[in-house]
């Protein structure tokens, strides 16, 4: 009998480690949105591994235009912005202390 109320809370104790981060919200799930950190090392490394990716012919040419594009225009507004908040879709904002933009409503990424 005792082996089996030991085997039994065993495996309760198991299946709660297994379950809790499913049944209990974190911080990280619930907080703002999962946005990317707006840097110029982020751009940069994006349009290191745009230049691998075209380089092995995993990109077609139309795709690596457009994108390196993109990229350079993000990199260039961040680096633009210094120490400024940036929104994805705005650009550099005034508001030093705001969490959001005030054009659009998205997370701004320091």
């Not at 012919?57 to 993109?70: E, F």
């Amino acid at each position: 009998m005792t082996p089996l109320v030991i085997g039994a809370l065993l495996a309760v104790g198991a299946l709660c480690y297994v379950l809790w981060p499913l049944l209990v919200p974190s911080a990280a799930v619930t907080g703002m949105p999962f946005t990317r950190v707006a840097s110029p090392d982020y751009a940069v490394d994006a349009l290191r591994e745009l230049e691998f990716d075209r380089a092995t012919g995993k990109i077609s040419d139309d795709d690596y235009a457009s994108l390196k594009a993109r990229y350079t225009n993000k990199a260039l507004t961040v680096m633009r912005a210094g120490d400024r908040l940036v929104c994805d879709r705005c650009g550099p904002r005034a508001e030093p202390d705001a969490a959001f933009c005030s054009n659009c409503g998205a997370p701004l990424a320091a």
